[in-house]
């Protein structure tokens, strides 16, 4: 196995999902344990996915109801502001 067909045939990816064949899998990891490029490659991508996981339990994405209610209350704080700079502008005599 060489380092080209490694990365046509995107093995890293399948590699790391646990998605390759025994014997593709045992070929991969003896060329891989042999080959710094592609030793880092595999750590470099493993250490992206860990990270993405991580991230992804950390910031779950509100569903799309919970983002119309946070557009509606910054919109209601942002009227609320501009209503009061003008109540206290005109208390002030400046309109």
Not at 1 to 11: K, P, Q, S, V, Y
Request: charged letters at 25%; one cysteine or more; proline letters at 4%.
């Amino acid at each position: 196995m060489t380092c080209n067909e490694i990365r046509a045939r995107d093995l890293v990816e399948q590699y790391l999902r646990g998605q390759l064949p025994t014997d593709d899998s045992s070929t991969f990891e003896i060329h891989y344990f042999d080959c710094a490029r592609c030793f880092a490659e595999v750590e470099t991508t493993r250490h992206a996915h860990t990270t993405a996981r991580r991230n992804r339990r950390r910031e779950p994405i509100p569903p799309a109801k919970d983002w119309l209610l946070i557009m509606a209350k910054v919109a209601v704080a942002g009227a609320v502001g501009v209503i009061g700079a003008m109540i206290w502008q005109y208390s002030a005599g400046l309109i």
